[in-house]
Structures are given as structure tokens and as C-alpha cells.
């Protein structure tokens, strides 16, 4: 594995790499002590939209890892600088989701309608524990009156420490049966977030690596931006997965445990 002395910046996924859920996985510590020792910097890309970059700073120092806002960037993030690019300041948008996606949105100067108001020009669907009927409702009538139907992230499943749940895909898949309109999406596999995160960073495709845990995201985003991957064994992707998958990533370990003593290696 010696070309793991190339990278100089690390896209990180969260959910199943570092944590399940409120527990950290093996490792965790030591492999960001390993990071700041050899100067490989990055920015943690998760596609989970509910939390804000304060909450994963909190959750990362409960678990005992110091990171600052710029290491953060969410699809809810993500999603809000995407749609920042693409309209006037002061749009209207209806969102489903938690803190994450909706502090990114009125961060980045957007108007949040209530329930049952039908003006919105964006539909931005996040994970959202919090879901009722009337959110989808007031969601599927601005669809249908025309708002632009964007999902942060496509994930059908997301680990937790109880096991595997559903994930922000299933409400997307949910919306576009009612409404027939199927949503743009930010977070990975498209490869914006990537494309996000080596601009924060100043890498390039020759120095920049993703590491995840999910074939149809992490590493098939990796492979639309350009940039190699590893993935890690810890969160969803299974053995049968990745022997029947029609794309690779460039490296296969167990967890970030195993990566912390291949990255001091090289």
C-alpha cells in the first residue's frame, strides 16, 4: 500500500467510518492523532444533512477528537452553497430536515415557508426524525406547483448503534412516487461535495483521497470526482457487495484502525 504516501488530503465520511450511531468506532483517536502528525488535513464530507458543524464538533469531542468548523462539511452544507450558486438571495424554500439543513439554508441568506405554505421555489429534503404527514404533504404540493424537488443526499439505509434503519433515500423515494418528479441530488455519489471539499482543502486529484464506507456513495463519488478511494469494512458495504460491484475502490481495509497503521507504514 505504498501509494498511500500520495495523500496529502482526506475527504473522511462519517456515519460507519468513525462512529455507529453515538458509539465511536475502534481506532478513532488514534487515527486523527495519526492525521495531524503527518499533515494529511481534511475535511469531514458526510452525507448525513440533521446535524450542524457544532453538533459534530460536540460529538467528535465527547469522543475525544478536537476538529474545527472548517473540517466539516455536511450535504446539508453542501446543498445550501450548491443552491446559493444557482439563485437570488432571500429564495424560498421548504425543507425537510433538522438543525443541519435548516441552519445551512437561512445561513446562506434563504427564506424557510411553513407548513402548508405553497410559495416555495425549493424543496430541500434532509433527513428528518421529525417527519410527519404534514411535512410530506406541504413538500409534495410545492413540487407540484413547481418548486425545484433537491435532495441532500440519496442514502436508503443509515447505521446506527441499534443496527441498520432507512435513510434520507427513502423519503426521496417517497416524494417522487407522489409527486412523479425525481429530485437533483448534492451529496455523494454526485460528485459536488467532493468537488467542495478539495477546493476548501486547495488539493487535487493527485493528492486528495476519499475514505468511506459505501460503495454506491462514498466510492462511486470518488471515482465521478476523479480521486482514489478507500473503503473501509465498518459501516454498510458487505464482501458479496463488493465482489459483484462493477467499480473498485483503490484500497480495502477493515476499519480506521487498520488505516491508522498503513498511513504510519508509508
Request: some cysteine; hydrophobic content about 40%.
Amino acid at each position: 500500500m505504498s501509494n498511500l504516501a500520495s495523500i496529502r488530503h482526506l475527504i473522511i465520511d462519517m456515519d460507519g467510518v468513525l462512529w455507529e450511531g453515538d458509539r465511536p468506532l475502534p481506532g478513532l483517536v488514534g487515527f486523527f492523532a495519526t492525521l495531524r502528525r503527518l499533515n494529511i488535513t481534511f475535511v469531514l464530507a458526510t452525507n448525513n444533512a440533521s446535524q450542524t458543524p457544532e453538533q459534530y464538533i460536540a460529538k467528535c469531542a465527547r469522543m475525544g477528537v478536537e476538529i474545527s468548523r472548517d473540517e466539516i462539511l455536511s450535504s446539508a452544507q453542501a446543498t445550501a452553497l450548491y443552491l446559493s450558486q444557482q439563485s437570488s438571495n432571500g429564495a424560498r424554500v421548504f425543507a425537510l430536515g433538522e438543525d443541519g439543513v435548516r441552519n445551512a439554508l437561512t445561513e446562506r441568506g434563504f427564506s424557510l415557508c411553513n407548513l402548508y405554505e405553497v410559495n416555495a421555489q425549493y424543496v430541500v429534503c434532509g433527513m428528518d426524525r421529525g417527519l410527519s404527514w404534514d411535512k410530506l404533504a406541504t413538500a409534495t404540493l410545492n413540487i407540484r406547483a413547481g418548486a425545484k424537488f433537491i435532495g441532500t443526499n440519496p442514502d436508503t439505509t443509515l447505521p446506527t448503534e441499534r443496527g441498520i434503519t432507512h435513510g434520507n433515500g427513502a423519503i426521496l423515494a417517497a416524494l417522487q412516487t407522489a409527486t412523479g418528479v425525481a429530485p437533483t441530488l448534492i451529496g455523494k455519489p454526485e460528485p459536488i461535495m467532493y468537488q467542495q471539499a478539495m477546493a476548501r482543502l486547495g488539493g487535487t486529484t493527485g493528492d486528495t483521497w476519499a475514505l468511506g464506507d459505501r460503495l454506491e456513495t462514498d466510492i462511486l463519488g470518488a471515482i465521478r470526482a476523479g480521486i482514489r478511494s478507500i473503503l473501509v469494512m465498518s459501516g454498510i458495504a458487505t464482501p458479496e457487495q463488493l465482489a459483484a460491484s462493477d467499480y473498485q475502490p483503490d484500497i480495502v481495509l477493515p476499519g480506521i484502525l487498520e488505516l491508522t497503521a498503513e498511513l504510519n507504514r508509508a
